[in-house]
């Protein structure tokens, strides 16, 4: 049976999966772990994804971005990072449109098969999504076949208003997306607008600037720098990968309170001692 065949047959796994419009040109399709954001304007035909979210996503996905451009498929995948829960269904997608998928070119190891990231840490965050990490997919991703790289210096010329902000701390290659025009910042997890290791923040969430994932964060000072990098774009919107859309002042001030109390809000306190 087909994927097309198996959302006919069965309408109701699939008939809520609808994102959500934030600007007229942007989407946020959230998944029951992270955020997935659709670009690009319904009546222009063109769009990108960003983000893929967990694996064996991939159907409520393309049955959320059927509903807002019918049968089009994206341009292309971008990747924010190659952990489980943002290029999980990654894959599946990109065999399914037959759409390239680009990802930074340091994050291009951990996307192709030739490396693993390191072994997620238990010990952080205190919240149950912190001491389930452990059972988290951790094997490097093969996505060779449809895998490009793209660095902070490069234009995506067929992205048009966005630049690729070079973000690394969480990951290696990690990236962020900026659209100078209307402030508009795509985060991916840089900072998260949800406690990241409490999983009740999933069903309950509540507006707040916190650091990326305690769990899978390995280098803490290029993650602060990071939180500046973003910071210094004066963003107007903020769009994370973990958490709901966030704007104005709360936005400005949180960043603000981020970075000032970094070490403290962020940084598991046993790292702090190392």
Known sequence: MS???????????????????????V??????????????????KEWFLIDTGVKHYHERIIAAAKKRFNNVPPRAILL???????????????????????????????????????????????GMLSLLSPLFPQKPLQLSKWLHTITEEQEISFLQGWKIIHTPGHTPGHISLFREDDRTLIAGDVVTTENPESALAVFFPIGKIYGPPAF??????LAKKSVEKVASLHPKLLLAGHGLPMK???????????????????????KNDD
């Open 80 to 126: 924010t990072h190659g952990h489980f829960d943002h290029a999980g269904s990654a894959k599946a997608l990109a065999k399914y449109w037959d759409a390239p998928i680009y990802s930074h070119a340091q994050e291009k190891p951990y996307l192709d098969g030739t490396l693993a990231y390191q072994p997620v840490d238990p010990t952080v965050g205190g």
């Open 248 to 270: 104005g002042t709360a936005l400005a001030e949180g960043l603000e309170h981020l970075i000032t109390n970094f070490h403290s809000l962020a940084i598991p306190k046993h």
């Open 3 to 25: 994927l097309d065949d198996n959302l006919a047959n069965h309408p109701n796994d699939y008939e809520h999966a609808e994102a959500t419009e934030i600007l007229e040109d």
């Open 216 to 221: 899978f964060t390995k280098d803490w000072d």
């Open 27 to 44: 989407a946020l399709y959230r998944t029951l772990v992270s955020n997935v954001y659709m670009l690009g304007k319904p009546s222009e």
